[in-house]
């Protein structure tokens, strides 16, 4: 089990993980296997919870529920918002002249604001807790559609975009953060299913209730709607949302490297390898840099050393210095149960400081912003921020579509029309989700139960296959049939099926993600939004000249091939992900050793 679930082990791949560790033939259960914490149906719960109540990981089901509830609501509003200037667009022009390619400028600025926030504001949960970013964009959330309600001219509407995106940004990163610390890794799969579903029903359903709220009063009344929903939104998240931050390795867990170097058997084979020496080693050097600053130069230096150290001479050094820290090792280590709730006013505090905070935290700060960059140097990264990028490409390449053709002859749609469009779409992205979530749940544990146990981050592409075909139909079917006056059905369909590969892509980047790499959730979302927003901002910007200078038919056909193309990455990912993932396993390791020190 220790190749699995330690790190330290020669043999751990990042991304492999045994769920169904009792029912692995010849497989040595050793005293820490025994205590493994396992669920109802005999997983392994990874992370493995300490006894502490106030472990977010033992929260009551009541108190997960609440929590996710208003992360789901954060979710689906700031996505709402970020999409539905749109269904104002006609109003804009016809009141005050503000152009179609100003909104398309405005929607680029937005998707800037995404991708920059979500990078900027990161630091931010590991120093401070989850908590202080949530409030930080849902006020400036809140004086974006302020902004935006009483915009006149054409720089209000682009530039109150800027502060939208960056309400949006803790729905990029920060969620998924959060949801990771009150959930297990086999459950994460269902838990972004309604992730991404609150993400779609705001992407689509936004504009729909926006387009309604123009339509019964006025486009400023859209705005107003926003920001009252804001402040009330604020006021829930300060008094109702707790903070999820929990240093684990203070604790006592089966897992803990500092507890398990202690408790190698010296008499068996395994534990008088290097592999022994070098977790005793680590569980030294865990003592010693909270003494110390670690820098990144250390690490390679002290592998260095080793490298060049007979294993004799590194036993002798084990032996020697084990007898000295072993006392001090134990006595940092929290028993939880020993532990009581923490109160209520410090469950909801507005910041909660980080173990390892120095001073202010200001060096630190951006420590961490460029540490967060080093998430860009591995493949999976990529293609999570590809899977998910494109989708939203697609998104601003219809929206323009639809506003280009459906306010005229022979649709003659109004605002609201317009905005019903978006129900097909919504449809589509709620099968996508189940299908690509609920559904992958089931599939990856039965392939777990197939291979004794063991399940592989890629088991989850199998379902990219169906979005490789479905996604390029939609885009096919609504793009031909909108430059050729089809019948409705083959447009809506179309839009139907588009929105199936939104659901289905975004659930896979995300879950094929958070299972390569499950100790740098974080990072790896920020990179993803950095990729995804990257793309967006650029597309949204060429968008009308390329349909203008190729045709909406053209255009259309060519982005059903680079959707085929960029869904078809599973196949290589698939075939030759588990090298990869084995082949960064160092530098995830040391990522993660180097994150905690900074």
Same mark, same amino acid.
């Given at each position: 089990?220790?190749?699995?679930?330690?790190?330290?082990?020669?043999?751990?791949?990042?991304? /492999?993980?045994?769920?169904?560790?009792?029912?692995?033939?010849? /497989?040595?259960?050793?005293?820490?296997?025994?205590?493994?914490?396992?669920?109802?149906?005999?997983?392994?719960?990874?992370?493995?919870?300490?006894?502490?109540?106030?472990?977010?990981?033992?929260?009551?089901?009541?108190?997960?529920?609440?929590?996710?509830?208003?992360?789901?609501?954060?979710?689906?509003?700031?996505?709402?918002?970020?999409?539905?200037?749109?269904?104002?667009?006609?109003?804009?022009?016809?009141?005050?002249?503000?152009?179609?390619?100003?909104?398309?400028?405005?929607?680029?600025?937005?998707?800037?604001?995404?991708?920059?926030?979500?990078?900027?504001?990161?630091?931010?949960?590991?120093?401070?807790?989850?908590?202080?970013?949530?409030?930080?964009?849902?006020?400036?959330?809140?004086?974006?559609?302020?902004?935006?309600?009483?915009? =006149?001219?054409?720089?209000?509407?682009?530039?109150?975009?800027?502060?939208?995106?960056?309400?949006?940004?803790?729905?990029?990163?920060?969620?998924?953060?959060?949801?990771?610390?009150?959930?297990?890794?086999?459950?994460?799969?269902?838990?972004?299913?309604?992730?991404?579903?609150?993400?779609?029903?705001?992407?689509?359903?936004?504009?729909?209730?926006?387009?309604?709220?123009?339509?019964?009063?006025?486009?400023?009344?859209?705005?107003?709607?926003? /920001?009252?929903?804001?402040?009330?939104?604020?006021?829930?998240?300060?008094?109702?949302?707790?903070?999820?931050?929990?240093?684990?390795?203070?604790?006592?867990?089966?897992?803990?490297?500092?507890? =398990?170097?202690?408790?190698?058997?010296?008499?068996?084979?395994?534990?008088?390898?290097?592999?022994?020496?070098?977790?005793?080693?680590?569980?030294?050097?865990?003592?010693?840099?909270?003494? =110390?600053?670690?820098?990144?130069?250390?690490?390679?230096?002290?592998?260095?050393?080793?490298?060049?150290?007979?294993?004799?001479?590194?036993?002798?050094?084990?032996? #020697?210095?084990?007898?000295? %820290?072993?006392?001090?090792?134990? #006595?940092?280590?929290?028993?939880?149960?020993?532990?009581?709730?923490?109160?209520?006013?410090?469950?909801?505090?507005?910041?909660?400081?980080?173990?390892?905070?120095?001073?202010?935290?200001?060096?630190?700060?951006?420590?961490?912003?460029f540490f967060n960059l080093r998430m860009l140097l591995f493949p999976p990264v990529w293609l999570s921020g590809l899977f998910w990028g494109i989708q939203d490409v697609f998104l601003s390449f219809y929206?323009?579509?639809?506003?280009?053709?459906?306010? #005229?002859?022979?649709?003659?749609?109004?605002?609201?029309?317009?905005?019903?469009?978006?129900?097909?779409?919504?449809?589509?992205?709620v099968i996508g989700c189940v299908y690509a979530g609920i559904f992958s749940d089931y599939f990856v544990l039965w392939m777990a139960r197939r291979n004794n146990g063991i399940l592989e981050a890629e088991?989850?592409?199998?379902?990219?296959?169906?979005?490789?075909?479905?996604?390029?139909?939609?885009?096919?079917?609504?793009?031909?049939?909108s430059d050729r006056s089809l019948p409705w059905q083959v447009i809506y369909v179309g839009l139907g099926f588009i929105g199936f590969s939104w659901g289905c892509s975004g659930d896979i980047a995300m879950?094929?993600?958070?299972?390569?790499?499950?100790?740098?959730?974080?990072?790896?979302?920020?990179?993803?939004?950095?990729?995804?927003?990257?793309?967006?901002?650029?597309?949204? %910007?060429?968008?009308?000249?390329?349909?203008?200078?190729?045709?909406?038919?053209?255009?259309?056909?060519?982005?059903?091939?680079?959707?085929?193309?960029?869904?078809?990455?599973?196949?290589?990912?698939?075939?030759?992900?588990?090298?990869?993932?084995?082949?960064?396993?160092?530098?995830?390791?040391?990522?993660?050793?180097?994150?905690?020190?900074?």
């Amino acid at each position: 089990m220790d190749k699995y679930t330690d790190r330290s082990h020669p043999e751990y791949i990042p991304g /492999t993980f045994n769920i169904y560790a009792s029912g692995v033939p010849g /497989t040595p259960v050793n005293d820490a296997f025994k205590v493994l914490k396992k669920d109802k149906n005999d997983v392994v719960l990874i992370p493995q919870p300490s006894d502490s109540p106030n472990d977010p990981l033992n929260w009551p089901k009541w108190r997960k529920l609440i929590h996710f509830g208003l992360l789901s609501f954060v979710t689906a509003f700031t996505a709402a918002t970020s999409n539905d200037a749109g269904a104002t667009q006609d109003s804009l022009n016809e009141i005050y002249g503000i152009s179609y390619d100003s909104m398309n400028t405005g929607a680029g600025v937005l998707f800037l604001g995404v991708g920059c926030a979500t990078l900027l504001l990161a630091p931010l949960s590991s120093l401070y807790g989850r908590k202080i970013t949530y409030l930080i964009c849902t006020t400036l959330g809140l004086f974006g559609a302020m902004w935006f309600a009483l915009a =006149r001219r054409t720089a209000d509407t682009i530039w109150s975009q800027l502060f939208v995106g960056i309400s949006e940004s803790c729905a990029e990163a920060q969620v998924q953060l959060s949801l990771n610390d009150i959930y297990f890794q086999h459950q994460i799969g269902s838990v972004l299913t309604v992730y991404i579903l609150c993400t779609s029903i705001g992407t689509f359903l936004g504009p729909l209730i926006a387009g309604y709220i123009a339509s019964l009063a006025t486009f400023r009344w859209v705005g107003w709607v926003a /920001t009252i929903i804001s402040g009330g939104l604020l006021i829930a998240l300060i008094f109702g949302l707790e903070e999820t931050y929990f240093d684990r390795n203070r604790y006592v867990t089966p897992l803990n490297p500092k507890l =398990r170097s202690l408790n190698d058997d010296p008499n068996t084979s395994d534990n008088r390898s290097a592999y022994s020496v070098s977790e005793k080693m680590k569980g030294l050097a865990a003592m010693q840099t909270r003494e =110390r600053n670690i820098t990144e130069e250390d690490i390679v230096n002290d592998n260095e050393m080793h490298d060049n150290t007979s294993e004799g001479q590194i036993d002798d050094k084990a032996n #020697d210095v084990e007898g000295k %820290f072993e006392d001090d090792l134990i #006595d940092n280590l929290r028993d939880g149960k020993s532990e009581g709730l923490l109160p209520y006013h410090k469950r909801i505090a507005i910041i909660t400081k980080a173990t390892n905070l120095k001073g202010w935290g200001l060096k630190q700060y951006f420590k961490y912003l460029f540490f967060n960059l080093r998430m860009l140097l591995f493949p999976p990264v990529w293609l999570s921020g590809l899977f998910w990028g494109i989708q939203d490409v697609f998104l601003s390449f219809y929206l323009t579509t639809e506003d280009t053709y459906f306010y #005229d002859p022979p649709w003659n749609y109004s605002d609201y029309g317009v905005a019903i469009m978006n129900v097909p779409t919504l449809i589509g992205a709620v099968i996508g989700c189940v299908y690509a979530g609920i559904f992958s749940d089931y599939f990856v544990l039965w392939m777990a139960r197939r291979n004794n146990g063991i399940l592989e981050a890629e088991y989850r592409l199998y379902f990219s296959l169906a979005a490789a075909l479905i996604g390029p139909a939609g885009l096919l079917m609504f793009g031909i049939g909108s430059d050729r006056s089809l019948p409705w059905q083959v447009i809506y369909v179309g839009l139907g099926f588009i929105g199936f590969s939104w659901g289905c892509s975004g659930d896979i980047a995300m879950a094929y993600l958070m299972d390569c790499y499950p100790d740098m959730v974080l990072e790896g979302m920020v990179c993803t939004a950095i990729i995804n927003n990257s793309i967006s901002c650029i597309f949204t %910007f060429v968008c009308s000249d390329w349909l203008d200078a190729s045709g909406t038919e053209n255009t259309y056909i060519a982005l059903a091939v680079i959707n085929f193309g960029i869904a078809l990455l599973a196949l290589p990912s698939f075939y030759y992900g588990k090298r990869i993932r084995k082949w960064t396993k160092e530098w995830y390791n040391q990522s993660v050793d180097l994150r905690d020190v900074l």
